[in-house]
């Protein structure tokens, strides 16, 4: 790293795309980030597509990791990728936990969907999944 540069704190949303109104799990890896050292935004429940990629755009975060467990992911999430690409949006870490059945997740990350969580994830793994899969440069300020 160069004398003028620091690095700042990674900063994720944490979006619950859909209808879903079961958060607990969200929550959780929220806190379990925020504990981590991470900038942490909330959007709550029933999130449009739309409302997710507004929030992250204005919140400049370095990750979105999308929380679904009502099925309606392969419905949502290609809305949600389309919209970041049509608001130039390609260096941003997308990840998604919940129930995604094993056959979708090929299709989900050929979308650009980078990590898929599962029930019974540990927090930790991803923690290190985020840390290890920010751009560097993301994270670079001058001081």
């Known amino acids: 790293m160069v004398e003028n540069q620091a690095t700042r704190h990674i ?3 944490v979006a619950k ?6 958060d607990r799990g969200a929550k959780i ?3 379990a980030l925020r504990d981590a050292g991470m900038e942490v935004i909330y959007t709550g429940i029933r999130q449009t597509p739309e409302m997710i990629v507004e929030a992250a755009i204005q919140e400049d975060v370095d990750a979105i990791l999308l ?3 009502s099925g309606a992911h ?7 990728m389309e919209l970041l690409k049509q608001n130039n949006v390609d260096d ?3 990840a998604a936990g919940g129930i995604l059945p094993d056959e979708d997740i090929p299709a989900i990350k ?9 029930p019974g ?13 920010i751009q560097a440069e993301r994270l670079t300020v001058e001081v």
């Open 11 to 13: 900063r994720v949303l």
């Open 17 to 22: 795309p859909g209808l879903d109104g079961h």
């Open 29 to 31: 890896i929220a806190r």
């Open 67 to 69: 929380s679904i467990l």
């Open 74 to 80: 392969m419905a949502l999430f290609p809305k949600i």
């Open 92 to 94: 941003v870490l997308i």
């Open 110 to 118: 050929n979308m650009g969907i980078k990590g898929c969580f599962g």
């Open 121 to 133: 994830t540990s927090t930790e793994e991803i923690i290190t999944f985020v840390r290890e899969n």
